[in-house]
């Protein structure tokens, strides 16, 4: 027997088998059993070679020692995406579909040194000033909102009509956006992240942040944006655009996929339902074995190195799976002694997470109000039908059908006004006539 005959065979499906190419990370086989392709690709060591989109080649780290060396590195591994030098050397054009979320934008996410220092501590500072309160009440609105819109039905996706609407509603409220410009917002990032006019959603989403800037310019309030622009790192009006893009896309998705993957561990293990009461611990085990953003972090060598005994070329792209990181081996121990957020799921090191705390809170508050709304809300189709959404970087469901007993829900059940109508006086400022947007819809719906 020689070695070959005790190596991993590549999962049913996988482009890779026998081939010695690649592994992708993209296709339905890979979105329907990622963790097979984790234990494949434990057999290249610590990092293996893959393909994110056809000819877009990196290079994922999936052991947990290493993933922490590289997070931690920031002088050998660098984020400025403008080292790729697969993208220079034209080898990845700018209309790839991995290219929005890995392309150079001047943001905190994509800087190195005093520079990521600057703008970081700006955003750190003031997501740190969100008052958990506010962010309670702010959350039940909404998901009061959002279940009214489909309780009497008794059925309802709770990814499309929930899970995926939640984040972005409550962001709005948080950033402060006024209704039109909310409503722009909603469809930028919907249609970034769902790849339907990707091109015009980032268009619309950028023209919209860039008038809340100019908006709160002029009339600053208490919200993260004028909390942000009045930081002493002085953002300049283009620094702020692309802070806020940056907040606003990289946690409305992630925060989606957190809620919708947290929902389904609770639909789907018995174990939560007959006990009860397990929202946050569903939450944690779902950030160790299917966490909303499995592999991403992008890095760039800033010369030929080694990570764990891996050759790396200067400008080569480096992922790291939080997946397979958290999965592995080496953390199985851990999570068995009881060190139950050791995971990495919120990535580390200088770049981790800035928002990990109101995005466990957000969870927990939305899924803790749809229970208690509609209590026996259960799967409304067989577990292994569901179909998972393909892409290297995030791991979340196509859709999530749920059934329960048909409810009423106070405001929901009143009629909307027709575009125009009139509306009853409320202790806000006059709004022109109802607009047909979602943000909208609700700023009208919260003053009924």
Known sequence: ???????????????????????????PEFAA??????????????AAPVELAPGVEA??????????????????????????????????GPDSPVAPLLA??????????????????AVTDSMARVD???????????????????????????LGDYAKQLPLFVFNELFGCPADIGDRVLFGISGMFDGVNAEKAVEVLFQAVGELVALKRSKPGDDVTSWLMRHEAALSDEEMVHQLALL???????????????????????????????????????LWENPPMSNYAPHYPAHDTELAGQHLQ????????????????????????????????????????????PARHITVTAIEHLFNELPDVELAVPEDSLIWRPGPFNRALATLPARFTPARTGRG????????????????????????????????????
């Open 1 to 27: 027997m020689n070695a070959h005959d005790t190596a991993p065979v590549p999962p049913p499906g996988c482009p890779a088998h026998g081939s010695g190419a690649r592994v992708p990370l993209h296709g």
């Open 33 to 46: 059993d990622p963790q097979a392709y984790y234990e494949y690709l434990r057999h290249y060591g610590t």
């Open 59 to 92: 290079t994922l780290v999936t052991d947990y020692a290493a993933a922490l060396q590289l997070l931690q590195d920031s002088g050998t591994f660098r984020k400025d995406a403008r080292r790729w030098r697969a993208f220079n050397e034209g080898k990845v």
């Open 104 to 121: 150079y934008r001047p943001n905190c996410m994509f800087a190195d040194g005093a520079d990521h220092l600057r703008l970081r501590q």
């Open 132 to 158: 958990t309160r506010r962010l309670s009440r702010s959350t039940e609105q909404i998901s009061g909102y959002l279940i009214s819109q489909f309780a009497a039905r008794g059925s309802a996706d709770l």
């Open 248 to 286: 606003l896309g990289a946690g409305a998705e992630p925060l989606r996929n957190l809620i919708g993957n947290t929902l389904h561990r609770l639909l789907t293990h018995e174990r939560y339902a007959r006990e009860g009461g397990l929202i946050d611990e569903a939450l944690d085990d779902t």
């Open 314 to 357: 200067a400008g080569d792209l480096v992922l790291v799976s939080f997946a397979a990181a958290n999965t592995g081996p080496a953390l199985r121990a851990s999570r068995q002694a009881g060190s139950n957020r050791a995971h990495l799921a919120w990535s580390a090191g200088p770049h981790a997470c800035p928002s990990k705390e």
């Open 413 to 448: 059940a009143e009629p909307r006004p027709a575009p125009g109508a009139a509306e009853p006086e409320a202790a806000t400022p006059a709004r022109p006539a109802e607009r047909s947007g979602m943000w909208s819809q609700f700023l009208n719906w919260l003053t009924r």
